[in-house]
């Protein structure tokens, strides 16, 4: 009896090919060995994928910054600290009451309080990391947020592969995050890492029902950035929902009680500083006109640019505002776990709902990394031809984005 060709395997070529991988183009040879490797190939890939993949695009990110840095004239290592850098590198330095004199808030003004605007977290790791013989301040700085981005890329993977199925998704995932745009954040002296690698693995602990990791990870948060009230709201609920559904015993009480007590400790010193219960809220107002209007001042903002003659960077500005609401649409239409759809929400509502520089809009947005969950999944569902050139897209538009940024553009991110 013959045998034929499938009872026998698939044909191979003298150099060990099957014939499906010579039919196939190398760039989907390479995304289908790419997405194997992270499904089959065990422990060691799996482990490393998420950083390695996280390093190289802000790798890439770097080289843009330093290509526009010196097409501008200016210095790389100054534009990794520049804007907020400046002032978390001087409270590392020289502590709240040693700041200089020459630093003012938004609005060129200066007073014993205004340092107060800036959280401690960051500036206290940048310090601790400082004390090792051989590294700079600012090396320092870049350090904690490399390091920080890292543990927040082995985050993503882990949301992204537990709701989206895949290993796959969830280094898509990380691919989107370290790529979107103001991702060059991530790579200075600025708290946008440190914050996003709390929040990403405090959000791990809702999922999985850590409610210690959820807890932990909140209040540490709360002594990083304000944006850690969107977070603690989330933390709160779903711990209020998993007490009265009688889940997981006590430890939904304790991550209720953790969560609020950073940012709740650090504000509360400000008032005292202060003499006025609100005093952290009045000194971003007061220096930088950030207060909650609802969203009136973003949407005057992005009528004008939409209808008048603006810069680039205002356009692009408008444009991704507006992609991150379609992006939330369908993160509610794709039913994804809500405690990652409420974070994304609150994010947006606490960055499109203040007033303050419009510049800095995308930049606040970066947080909202649950936004990026439906891209992934599409683009893991996608032919690897299609997944592999819109990934690497996004990746040179948000380098570019966010070096121009830094270095075109006149004002404050």
């Known amino acids: 009896m013959s045998t034929t060709p499938e009872a026998v395997g698939p044909h191979r070529s003298p150099g060990g090919n099957t014939a499906d991988d010579q039919q196939e183009r190398p760039v989907e040879q390479w995304w289908r060995r790419a997405r194997d490797g992270v499904e089959d190939l065990g422990v060691r ?25 010196a097409a501008n004239d200016e210095a790389l290592s100054d534009n990794l600290s520049a804007w907020d850098g400046e002032w978390y590198l001087e409270i590392a330095s020289h502590g709240y009451g040693g700041v200089a004199n020459s630093m003012v808030d938004g609005h060129g003004n200066r007073n014993p309080e205004t340092p107060l605007a800036f959280f401690p977290g960051y500036p206290v790791l940048v310090r601790l990391l400082d004390s090792v013989p051989g590294i700079s301040l600012a090396g320092s700085a870049v350090t904690v947020s490399l390091i920080a981005g890292i543990i927040a890329a082995y985050g993503l993977f882990r949301i992204g592969r537990a709701v989206g199925g895949t290993a796959g998704v969830g280094l898509l995932l990380v691919v989107l995050f370290a790529a979107s745009p103001m991702a060059v954040t991530l790579s200075m002296a600025y708290s946008e890492a440190l914050f996003c690698a709390l929040a990403v693995w405090a959000l791990v602990g809702v999922l999985e029902r850590n409610w210690l990791l959820a807890g932990l990870c909140c209040a540490a948060s709360g002594l990083v950035r304000p944006t850690a009230a969107a977070l603690i709201g989330v933390v709160g609920l779903a711990a209020l929902v998993a007490l009265y559904q009688r889940k997981d015993g006590w430890w939904p009480l304790l991550g209720a009680v953790l969560a609020p007590s950073g940012m709740a400790l650090y504000v509360g010193w400000v008032a005292v500083q202060t003499g006025s219960l609100g005093g952290y809220f009045a000194l971003q107002q007061r220096g930088w006109s950030s207060a909650f209007d609802g969203g009136w001042a973003t949407g005057k903002f992005m009528i004008e640019s939409l209808t008048q003659y603006k810069s680039v960077l205002e356009t692009f500005t408008v444009w991704i505002v507006l992609a991150a609401l379609v992006l939330l649409v369908l993160c509610v239409r794709s039913r994804m776990p809500w405690p990652l759809v409420l974070f994304a929400f609150a994010v947006l509502a606490m960055d499109l709902g203040s007033d303050g520089l419009m510049y800095s809009k995308v930049r606040l947005m970066l947080p909202a990394f649950p936004l990026l969950i439906p891209v992934a999944i599409g683009l893991a569902h996608r032919r690897p031809t299609t997944a592999v050139c819109s990934a690497v897209l996004l990746v040179c538009f948000g380098a570019w984005f966010g070096a121009y940024s830094l270095t075109a553009w006149e004002y404050a991110i």
């Open 45 to 69: 890939w799996a482990f490393l994928a998420p950083g390695v993949v996280y390093l190289a695009i802000r790798l890439f990110g770097l080289l843009v910054l330093a290509w526009l840095s």
